[in-house]
């Protein structure tokens, strides 16, 4: 089963956007595995952008991205990777659909409200900075056989 590590962003959690999304993967019939609300230092922020250490914009991203508590999550289920980046919409909020995360509730491309794995090697290393092992639960819902 298909892992992925999703992140609400500073700015989710500061509009009140946590249950909102959480309700969004729920509903889809993904299996939330773990989850805490945790102010990132900047030395796990620039580990976990660490791809975009060149990029012009990289110290503005590590500054926002610790500039207050996130939603640090990992969730479960069948291509869950690629489905949730979906459900999230393009990076930046403007061009992203309607009905996405994004589209729905973001503007500007540094404060776009979610982050999500981008690969199952992305995912894997992700989970990883931010959960043990043993905080990951082992479970499933019977309600997925219906999904
Ligand atoms: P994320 O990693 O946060 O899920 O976003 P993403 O895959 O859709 O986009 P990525 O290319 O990985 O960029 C990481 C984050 O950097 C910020 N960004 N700012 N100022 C800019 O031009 C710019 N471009 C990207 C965005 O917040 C993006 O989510
Ligand atoms: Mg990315």
């Not at 993967?25 to 620039?46: D, P, Q, Y």
């Not at 580990?47 to 250490?53: D, L, R």
């Not at 991203?61 to 069948?78: E, K, N, R, Y």
Request: charged share 25%; glycine share 8%.
């Amino acid at each position: 089963m298909e892992r992925t590590y999703l992140m609400i962003k500073p700015d989710g959690v500061q509009r009140n956007l946590i249950g909102e999304i959480v309700s969004r993967f729920e509903k889809k019939g993904f299996t939330l595995v773990a989850a805490k609300l945790t102010i990132l230092s900047k030395e796990t922020a620039e580990t976990h952008y660490g791809e975009h250490k060149e990029r012009p914009f990289f110290g503005e991203l590590v500054d926002f991205i610790t500039s207050g508590p996130v939603f640090a999550m990992v969730w479960q289920g069948g291509n869950v990777i690629s489905t949730a980046r979906t459900m999230m919409g393009a990076t930046n909020p403007a061009e992203a659909a309607p009905g996405t995360i994004r589209g729905d509730f973001g503007v500007q491309v540094a404060m776009n409200v979610i982050h999500g794995s981008d690969s199952p090697e992305s995912a894997a290393r992700e989970i990883s900075i931010f959960f043990n092992e043993e905080e990951l639960s082992a479970y499933e819902k019977t309600v997925n056989k219906w999904v």
